[in-house]
């Protein structure tokens, strides 16, 4: 009775340590400014969300900048109204110019700044989310989009960190945005040869669907197949045997 009851306890324990390790790991995390989607093409243009939460219990966050990486100049950049919100837009030179539907660009945004109206902002316990438009998405295999948050009480979260590939997460990490190559682009890289091209699991699914199907018209027919066997059987029973 002991030994089960010990058992038990360090059970329990063990269950409150892995689940104070989650909590430990997931919460702060959550609570990071983020760009969404996370991912684009190189090239394209897309729609971009910067969502920042609120992560303190007594003021609320009351401007939002979000700096433009230097070294991947992006030709368009507009911003979606966002009620409660105004927005600022800095430029800055670039040398070489942007070639946006064949026109030479020699500035390109380099800041964003949503500053929210008296009384208003982001209030603890909620997020809001600022739209935005990119493109021609640069050459590069990643923007890093250092944003500071303000908040109303005066103190200033500064989301600069960038993340490193394999290592833990920074403390302050910026949101990142990956680009990848599109496809058929020299700088996509080719498949190996003689490499089959990977099953897609629709295709599982299909080869399943066909392989149930073939199994029930299989047993079917053997179904039939034995019941005209046992009707010819029973006639030739019932038939009367001819007198020599």
Same mark, same amino acid.
């Given at each position: 009775?002991?030994?089960?009851?010990?058992?038990?306890?360090?059970?329990?324990?063990?269950?409150?340590?892995?689940?104070?390790?989650?909590?430990?790991?997931?919460?702060?995390?959550?609570?990071?400014?983020?760009?969404?989607?996370?991912?684009?093409?190189?090239?394209?243009?897309?729609?971009?969300?910067?969502?920042?939460?609120?992560?303190?219990?007594t003021a609320s966050t009351v401007k939002i900048e979000v700096n433009l990486p230097?070294?991947?100049?992006?030709?368009?950049v507009s911003t979606m109204p966002v009620p409660g919100w105004t927005v600022a837009?800095?430029?800055?030179?670039?040398?070489?110019?942007?070639? *946006?539907?064949?026109?030479?660009?020699?500035?390109?945004?380099?800041?964003?700044? #949503?500053?929210?109206?008296?009384?208003?902002?982001?209030?603890?316990?909620?997020?809001?989310?600022?739209?935005?438009? &990119?493109?021609?998405?640069?050459?590069?295999?990643?923007?890093?989009?250092?944003?500071?948050?303000?908040?109303?009480?005066?103190?200033?979260?500064? #989301?600069?960190?960038?993340?490193?590939?394999?290592?833990?997460?920074?403390?302050?990490?910026?949101? *990142?945005?990956? &680009?990848?190559?599109?496809?058929?682009?020299?700088?996509?890289?080719?498949?190996?040869?003689?490499?089959?091209?990977?099953?897609?699991?629709?295709?599982?699914?299909?080869?399943?669907?066909?392989?149930? *199907?073939?199994?029930?018209?299989?047993?079917?027919?053997? &179904?039939?197949?034995?019941?005209?066997?046992?009707l010819a059987f029973a006639r030739t029973r019932r038939e009367p045997t001819p007198?020599?």
């Open positions: 009775m002991i030994r089960i009851r010990r058992s038990a306890s360090a059970a329990a324990l063990t269950l409150a340590a892995v689940t104070a390790t989650v909590l430990g790991f997931t919460g702060p995390a959550a609570a990071h400014v983020t760009v969404n989607p996370k991912e684009a093409t190189q090239g394209g243009y897309g729609r971009f969300a910067i969502r920042v939460p609120n992560e303190s219990d230097e070294n991947a100049p992006v030709g368009s837009v800095e430029k800055r030179k670039v040398d070489p110019p942007i070639e *946006v539907h064949g026109s030479q660009l020699t500035e390109a945004v380099s800041k964003l700044t #949503w500053t929210a109206a008296a009384g208003g902002g982001v209030k603890p316990g909620e997020f809001q989310e600022f739209p935005i438009s &990119l493109g021609p998405l640069p050459q590069v295999d990643k923007m890093v989009l250092k944003t500071l948050q303000t908040y109303s009480d005066g103190n200033v979260s500064r #989301w600069i960190e960038e993340p490193t590939p394999g290592a833990e997460e920074p403390e302050n990490p910026a949101p *990142v945005l990956t &680009l990848t190559a599109a496809a058929g682009s020299p700088s996509a890289a080719p498949a190996a040869a003689g490499t089959p091209a990977a099953k897609d699991d629709d295709d599982d699914d299909d080869s399943g669907s066909t392989a149930v *199907v073939l199994g029930v018209v299989g047993l079917l027919a053997g &179904l039939g197949g034995l019941a005209l066997g046992g007198k020599s």
